[in-house]
């Protein structure tokens, strides 16, 4: 499908903006034949929900030419699937000045809510109002949370994928993080009636308390609940799907839907609903404290929309974000909201499907910049290079695997040059502080391609790669991928990522069979008393004498011999 920017047309009259590198616009109307230049600029620079929780106050400033104007400017409202007023006159306030501050009001909770509204100036130039400026959102939503419980930080990073039966081994493990996925296309059904801005929405009963199950046996055992929420093709609901998407044998997820006001609402109010469900203040439901949107979102395998170029790709993914982490952050003021990326930082790009982290990262933070600033976060998946090989040590013989910016993959080798870069200026969240980055999936064979048992080797990699992530600063939490083995996993790919050997006798189920040596490492290795004992057969496996020579700011330094 071919994507282009919408004109829309009234009475014989278009308008188009242009941004600028300040992130103002510069905007033109053509009546009939005759086209009048709108060279007056804005630039919107902040937009708060006040003290009160239902006043919003929004600053701008202008410039430009006022020729052909009356002189003023508009504020107007615009709901995340309009990018242009077209023939709108229902503007919300205006004024005069290079300095503006306007005051609307919020009405949270009201079919009137402006809370997911982007905002923009306008000029009237005597036929239409023309958009001058980028659309900005609110970018406090965490004013109005009814929850303003402070992140519960664990004790320490080490996380898990569980399978739900074995929650005690689990708890054996001392397991403090875990991931979930939550199914966002099966959650719209029958049996539980939701209502949200006046609205009532109609949610699977059935699906529902499977979630509450699994999500308050997790959060009740002290553990922090991150959820990957995924968006699969339901002919059911067709409106969860971006307008134009084909379904592709190639996809095994699909880029979420704002772009429709049909679209828009029912993702609203599906990602309002579990973020209220799972605020924790029900314990038969249990609480969600991560939430990751989507997944590996620099390939569209996971995310899948059809073939367009980054900027327009990059736009549609945040304006959908930013959905999600506007319901999420004004119930749960201090969750944190993730988008996910796989390890081809520079790597496996074609720019219509497939697109580097890096340059993710970048548009993401650019856009951002334009259209209000907020605390997005980075889930990353770190695997070795390639998969198949546990030994991530030696991944710079690949030549895929540098030690710069520009590395094709960025993974445990390198792991610095990605908290690096996130440490830099440009990309700090609003508060000055780094952004927040956890690695929710990740994982090492304990089989060669052979089928051969490398389960020492499997171990090895574990340890080094969890002191890395332990001793760098700017990494919160390290979720590797599976308790058990995949049966599918193994037949297709030889991937054994379990702590536990499964049962490839019944391959339509996940059975633990047998531990491995990485069970009583991953056991052991946040313990101050025990990690240095379980991880010493690592050291000659690596080829080293001492953890601190190869793990930078060693967290056990001290302890060593």
């Not at 970048?362 to 951002?368: E, G, Q």
Request: proline share 3%.
């Amino acid at each position: 499908m071919v994507r282009k920017k919408l004109i829309r047309r009234a009475a014989a009259v278009f308008s188009a903006c242009f941004l600028t590198l300040a992130g103002a616009s510069v905007c033109w109307a053509d009546t009939g034949s005759q086209q009048t230049a709108v060279q007056a600029t804005a630039q919107i620079t902040s937009c708060k929900i006040g003290s009160d929780k239902n006043t919003v106050t929004i600053t701008a400033s202008t410039g430009g030419d006022m020729t052909g104007t009356d002189g003023k400017f508009y504020l107007f409202e615009m709901k995340p699937y309009e990018d242009e007023l077209g023939s709108r006159r229902d503007f919300l306030a205006s004024g005069e000045g290079r300095s503006l501050t306007w005051n609307t009001t919020l009405d949270y909770g009201t079919s009137a809510d402006k809370l997911y509204s982007r905002f923009a100036v306008a000029a009237y130039n005597g036929t239409d109002f023309v958009r001058i400026s980028e659309p900005y959102y609110i970018t406090n939503p965490e004013a109005v949370a009814k929850n303003t419980d402070p992140f519960l930080d664990p004790l320490t990073k080490k996380g898990l994928g569980i399978e739900i039966d074995m929650l005690d081994d689990a708890f054996d493990l001392g397991v403090k993080h875990v991931g979930t996925n939550i199914a966002f296309h099966q959650i719209l059904g029958s049996g539980i009636d939701y209502t949200y801005d006046g609205k009532t929405y109609h949610f699977n009963k059935a699906v529902i308390e499977d979630y509450d199950e699994t999500i308050s046996a997790l959060s009740g055992k002290g553990m922090t609940v991150t959820a990957v929420i995924l968006n699969g093709w339901n002919d059911a609901t067709p409106d969860l799907i971006y307008p134009g998407t084909q379904k592709s044998s190639n996809a095994f997820y699909y880029l979420f839907n704002v772009a429709t006001p049909e679209g828009f609402e029912q993702t609203r109010a599906i990602i309002a609903f579990l973020a209220d469900r799972y605020d924790g203040s029900d314990p038969n439901h249990g609480k969600i404290s991560n939430w990751v949107v989507g997944n590996e979102i620099n390939n569209q395998q996971w995310n899948y929309t059809g073939e367009w170029d980054i900027t327009s790709y990059v736009k549609a993914y945040q304006k959908a974000f930013r959905v999600f982490y506007t319901a999420i952050k004004s119930t749960s003021a201090n969750d944190r909201v993730y988008f996910s990326l796989d390890y081809n930082w520079n790597a496996e790009i074609d720019g219509k499907l497939k697109y580097g982290g890096k340059n993710i990262v970048d548009y993401f933070n650019s856009i951002a910049n334009n259209w209000g600033q907020f605390d997005w976060g980075l889930a990353y998946h770190s695997y070795p290079c390639p998969m198949t090989d546990p030994n991530f040590w030696d991944d710079d013989k690949t030549g895929l695997v540098t030690n710069d910016i520009n590395s094709p993959v960025v993974n445990f080798k390198n792991i610095n040059v990605l908290t690096d870069y996130f440490a830099g200026v440009q990309l700090r969240a609003p508060s000055g502080d780094v952004r927040h980055i956890i690695l929710t999936e990740q994982g090492f064979t304990a089989m060669n391609q052979a089928g051969q048992d490398i389960q020492e080797l499997q171990a090895a990699a574990f340890a080094y790669s969890y002191y890395l992530v332990d001793s760098n600063p700017y990494i919160e939490a390290y979720i590797l991928s599976r308790q058990v083995d995949a049966p599918s996993e193994i037949n297709t790919n030889k991937l054994a990522f379990g702590l536990w050997s499964c049962d490839m006798s019944q391959p339509n189920k996940i059975v633990s069979v047998q531990r491995r040596k990485i069970w009583q490492v991953f056991r052991d290795i946040d313990k101050k008393k025990d990690t240095l004992a379980a991880t010493e057969f690592a050291k000659s496996i690596i080829g080293i004498n001492k953890w601190s020579d190869i793990v930078p700011n060693f967290k056990w330094r001290a302890q060593e011999k």
